[in-house]
């Protein structure tokens, strides 16, 4: 007997089915089917290496749209159109900017997006325009691009000034500088020692001054002391000696005077006379130092006389001459 | 008892100890007294000056001899440079005595001035006469009749109120010996001297006028 399938129900199971693997799908590619979208333009001068279509718009470091179209701009061939296509709730302002970033080293492109200010009107597309335009920026990595073959001219120069700069004269040059330094230090710190001995020394002047200044405002004080407790008897004390010896000098005018004869007879007779008497007498020394010397010398000889050979005029020759 | 032979010992040792000086006189020696020395002296030959109360005062101060030229003995002086004296006569003073007073009469004979020899320190002067005697000796030749005595003498005249040298001459003579003996050669020292003093009286005469006191 055949057995009976009910088509009903197996069309209604592979319609579930079906629609179970529909759900399932997209679930796993996340559509999100209520989303919205707006597209704009952005005109990047230059290359875009790097970005292709599908590649990642991010706003502040959230994606929040992809890349859709690469084209040359429809008027100007140094420039490169890029259409972009953003969640709608994006707050693209006026004063938003875009700039072309790229991940790494990899040298993946991708587009960054700044907004503009709060409260800032929405961009929205001009006639003729298809889409809104953002206005687009340089990069860092794009100014280093850019700038890279100025930067490497600029280095090359910079090497041939430094290879000029440390030539082998100018190394030599360098090096007897570099001696010249250390022979400069190495004097410096041998002469440390000096330095603290000038530096000690100069403390101890600057000390012994400083006593100095002291016991000179101490004196200056016992002087002004002096002056006035000891001053007045000072005073009265040099006046009577001024006063006796006016008095002594009176005497010996006097004296003087009594005597004047005899005085000037002295000057000026007896003091040539004693200078003549001294000269005597100092010939008279000498004579005995002499004799002094000859004494200490032989003894024997100034008792009993020299022996010495004598001239006999009878037979005109010396003899050995004894008294 | 031992009194008496204390005073025979003290005794005994003054004859011991004069015994033992009188043996050592043989061994002291003053000398032989052997043939006397003639002595001589020197004579000045002119006439003694006279007082001169206007003149000058000069005091003749002590000679001041040369090595060897001082003494009493008469010097003589031989080849290569050898001194010796003269023996059997001698001065009969120190030479420098002697020289002194030819000196004195000399300038007092031949001139004004007063001089003051030895013992004139307390007269006030008003020059003194310093006298360096280089030369007083006797020069023997190799014969008799070429035997010399040599004089020089170095006169210094300063004033004495300022303490001036107003000269300083140096005068000499050589004089042969006319004849054998120490008679001879004194005789030839005065002719010397004589002939000298001519010299140095004539200077004398009128570098003494600067001593005029006042």
Not at chain 1, 39 to 53: A, E, N, T
Request: hydrophobic letters at 45%; charged letters at 20%; one cysteine or more.
């Amino acid at each position: 007997m055949e057995t009976r399938a009910s088509h009903i129900l197996v069309g209604s199971f592979v319609l579930a089915f079906l629609a179970g693997l529909i759900a399932f799908a997209v679930w796993i590619s996340k559509v999100d089917l209520d989303a919205e979208y707006t597209d704009y333009d952005i005109y990047f001068d230059g290359s875009v290496s790097g970005l292709y279509k599908r590649s990642i718009v991010y706003y502040s470091g959230i994606p929040v749209g992809d890349v859709r179209d690469i084209t040359l701009a429809p008027h100007d061939a140094q420039k490169v159109r890029v259409w972009v296509r953003l969640r709608a709730e994006v707050p693209v302002t006026e004063g938003a900017e875009a700039k072309l970033e790229f991940q790494g080293l990899t040298g993946v492109a991708y587009i960054e997006l700044k907004g503009g200010p709060p409260g800032g009107a929405a961009i929205v597309a001009k006639e003729g325009d298809d889409r809104a335009i953002i206005p687009s920026g340089t990069s860092a990595f794009q100014a280093v691009f850019e700038g890279a073959p100025d930067l490497i001219n600029q280095a090359i120069v910079a090497i041939v000034q430094i290879q000029k700069l440390l030539s082998d004269e100018n190394i030599q040059s360098i090096s007897s500088t570099l001696k010249n330094a250390d022979q400069l230090s190495g004097n410096l710190a041998r002469g440390t020692d000096d330095i603290e001995v000038i530096v000690a020394e100069a403390r101890q002047v600057l000390a012994n001054a400083t006593t100095a200044a002291d016991n000179i405002s101490k004196l200056a004080a016992s002087g002004n002391a002096l002056v006035e407790k000891d001053g007045e008897r000072l005073v009265n004390e040099a006046v009577a000696t001024m006063q006796a010896a006016t008095d002594m000098i009176k005497r010996i005018d006097g004296l003087v005077a009594a005597n004047e004869g005899g005085i000037t007879q002295f000057v000026g007779g007896s003091l040539p006379e004693v200078s003549r008497m001294i000269v005597d007498l100092r010939s008279t020394a000498q004579s005995l130092s002499r004799l002094m010397k000859r004494i200490e010398q032989n003894p024997a000889k100034i008792i009993f006389g020299t022996k010495e050979a004598k001239f006999d005029l009878e037979t005109r020759s010396t003899k050995d001459g004894e008294k | 008892m031992t009194q008496y032979l204390t005073q025979k010992l003290k005794m005994a040792g003054v004859a011991a100890s004069a015994f033992l000086v009188a043996s050592c006189g043989p061994l002291i020696s003053f000398g032989d007294d052997g043939p006397a020395d003639s002595i001589y002296t020197l004579h000045y030959g002119g006439i003694v000056g006279a007082d001169s109360p206007v003149g000058p005062v000069v005091y003749v101060d002590s000679p001041q001899m040369a090595e060897g030229l001082d003494g009493q003995g008469v010097s003589v002086r031989l080849d290569g440079n050898q001194r010796t004296t003269l023996t059997g006569a001698g001065w009969a003073a120190h030479l420098s005595d002697l020289v002194r007073d030819y000196v004195t009469l000399a300038l007092g004979a031949t001139s004004n001035a007063n001089m003051i020899g030895v013992g004139g320190l307390d007269i006030k002067a008003g020059c003194r006469l310093g006298i360096k005697v280089w030369a007083m000796e006797f020069v023997p030749g190799l014969i008799s009749s070429e035997d010399t005595v040599d004089v020089a003498m170095q006169f210094s005249l300063v004033r004495l109120s300022d303490s001036k040298l107003l000269s300083h001459p140096t005068f000499s003579q050589t004089v042969n010996v006319q004849s054998s003996g120490g008679r001879g050669i004194v005789a030839a020292f005065d002719a010397a001297m004589a002939a000298a003093a001519r010299d140095y009286s004539r200077w004398f005469k009128v570098e003494s006028k600067a001593c005029e006191t006042t």
